[in-house]
């Protein structure tokens, strides 16, 4: 919360040079608030807090289409991820013909599953602010339950 005088910002116990010639030293903060307004120094409030996610200034939303496609890119990523722990069975079954467990073609299955409900739910969402919530929500409610206003969860790890 930046103090003013005549556009540019004064820092609090640095001394200052007014407009007017006059200097003020390291505690000029201590005047009055009436005194600090006839000096012509104002008190500005931090600008609004945003997610730069979803907005590019506070109230001002991104582009829907574009904060819809970097979101699903980034739960791509993410069952790529997931998958890559599992991939050299996949090779081994190509170079070796050697059979994959079920459970790991299960789990491999409910990645894919999570990932295309996750992207499904993502590409629902109405505007930016329906998204954010979307994306932030937690995948538990306080109860232990599952958060039905969540993300799809993804399978736990394979163990």
Request: charged fraction near 20%; aromatic fraction near 8%.
């Amino acid at each position: 919360m930046p103090y003013m005088l005549d556009g540019r910002q004064l820092h609090v116990g640095r001394s200052f040079t007014h407009p007017d010639g006059r200097q003020f030293g390291g505690n000029w903060n201590k005047y009055s608030s009436d005194t600090l307004t006839s000096l012509g120094i104002t008190y500005e409030a931090d600008p609004a807090a945003y997610d730069s996610t979803y907005y590019v200034s506070a109230g001002v939303a991104r582009d829907l289409a574009e904060v819809k496609t970097n979101a699903v890119t980034e739960q791509k990523q993410i069952a790529g991820i997931m998958l890559n722990r599992t991939d050299w069975y996949v090779t081994r079954k190509v170079e070796k013909d050697t059979a994959i467990p079920s459970n790991v073609t299960t789990y491999r299955d409910a990645v894919r599953t999570a990932c295309a409900a996750r992207e499904s739910e993502i590409n629902g969402a109405a505007d930016v602010a329906a998204l954010e919530t979307l994306m932030k929500a937690s995948p538990r409610l306080a109860n232990g339950d599952v958060n039905s206003a969540a993300l799809t969860q993804w399978p736990d790890a394979l163990s």
